[in-house]
């Protein structure tokens, strides 16, 4: 069971925005609507409210492989011994919050 979305790297849609290079990677400029307290917050971080936000969807990509991989290791346990005992799961919940 797959829980997170992958973004879509279509060639077609990076085509039609604009593309720069900063530091030896390939940029894809977009428009983006923020709340203001966000703006706020983030705007005068190191490297610009760019660097922020690029570096929050890295971590949130990051996250959400995660998310996939475990998912898939769990798949196949439950392929493997049966489906877990849900009140062991939520018990083992508990513990991790």
Known sequence: MTHARR???STTKIA?????????????????????ELVMA?????GGL???????????LARME???ALAA???ELETEYG???????ER???HMR
């Open 7 to 9: 973004p879509s790297t």
């Open 16 to 36: 039609r925005t604009a593309v720069s290079r900063a530091k030896g990677r390939t940029k894809v400029r977009k428009t983006l609507t923020l709340d203001p």
């Open 42 to 46: 983030f705007g005068d971080a190191e």
């Open 50 to 60: 760019s660097a922020a936000v690029n570096a929050a969807l890295r971590e949130h």
């Open 66 to 68: 995660r998310q996939d």
């Open 73 to 75: 290791r769990i798949a």
């Open 83 to 89: 489906p877990a005992d849900r009140a062991e799961v």
């Open 92 to 94: 083992f919940a508990r």
